[in-house]
């Protein structure tokens, strides 16, 4: 019960514990700690948090968060623009990139195929992806090109249930392409997510990879 407190916090309380992973006894210890907190830094915490969205959006091409029409990634020339890593979320991307093994370019679905929760390939940015790797490799559908199988795709959904059928359902719209097509090894374990695991774990995953058939 909060009824005793200001009304204000008893807001911030409540707003807090609408984020992901807070619950209300987190979201409370979060509310003492800011009220404790000088001036200063809780101004620059509430001008951060009202500045997120501005001037933000999702890159045109991998569809990660970005700052102009392509993201920091898919504009670098050092990166490996013939390897797609295809994630399921963007925190995906933070936790692959803060190993520095890998060097190409990523593909953020903004999600995973799970009927259950009505999420099915129109909800998921799989369009975006397959008109990605038809202009890369100039698509014939009657040949597969020697330029086609220079491309890789890297599955690098979670090994949940939900990930592996997305994976198999990418792997059946791929494979026509004539692209080089590969799942991230199992150094993650069953159920787990890339972005809670650490980057040993990450590396070695990334590294052990093979080819999906």
């Known amino acids: 019960m909060t009824a005793f407190l200001p009304k204000s916090i008893e807001q911030l309380i409540?707003?807090?514990?609408?984020?992901?992973?807070v619950g209300p006894k987190s979201a409370q210890r979060l509310a003492m700690h800011l009220l404790r907190t000088p001036n200063m830094r809780v101004q620059s915490l509430a001008n951060a948090i009202g500045d997120l969205q501005k001037g933000l959006q999702f890159c045109?091409?991998?569809?990660?968060i970005a700052e102009d029409e392509r993201c920091r990634i898919c504009s670098d020339p050092m990166r490996n623009q013939k390897?797609?890593?295809?994630v399921e979320d963007i925190l995906d991307v933070m936790?692959?990139?803060k190993t520095s093994e890998y060097h190409g370019t990523y593909h953020v679905l903004h999600g995973v195929l799970s009927p259950v929760d009505g999420v099915g390939p129109d909800q998921l940015k799989i369009d975006a992806l397959m008109q990605r790797v038809r202009g890369g490799t100039n698509y014939r559908p009657e040949t597969t090109t020697p330029e086609n199988s220079t491309i890789e795709i890297i599955l690098a959904t979670n090994?949940?249930?939900?990930?592996?059928t997305t994976a198999m359902y990418l792997l059946r719209l791929l494979k026509p392409l004539g692209v080089k097509i590969t799942r991230?090894?199992?150094g993650l374990?069953?159920?787990g997510d890339l972005d809670y695991a650490d980057e040993l774990t990450l590396s070695r995953a990334m590294n052990g990879r093979a080819e999906y058939v």
């Open 14 to 21: 409540e707003e807090l514990s609408r984020l992901p992973g």
């Open 60 to 64: 045109q091409v991998c569809w990660n």
């Open 83 to 86: 390897q797609i890593c295809v």
């Open 159 to 164: 090994p949940s249930l939900e990930g592996e």
């Open 189 to 191: 374990p069953a159920g």
């Open 184 to 186: 991230i090894a199992r």
């Open 95 to 97: 936790a692959l990139e």
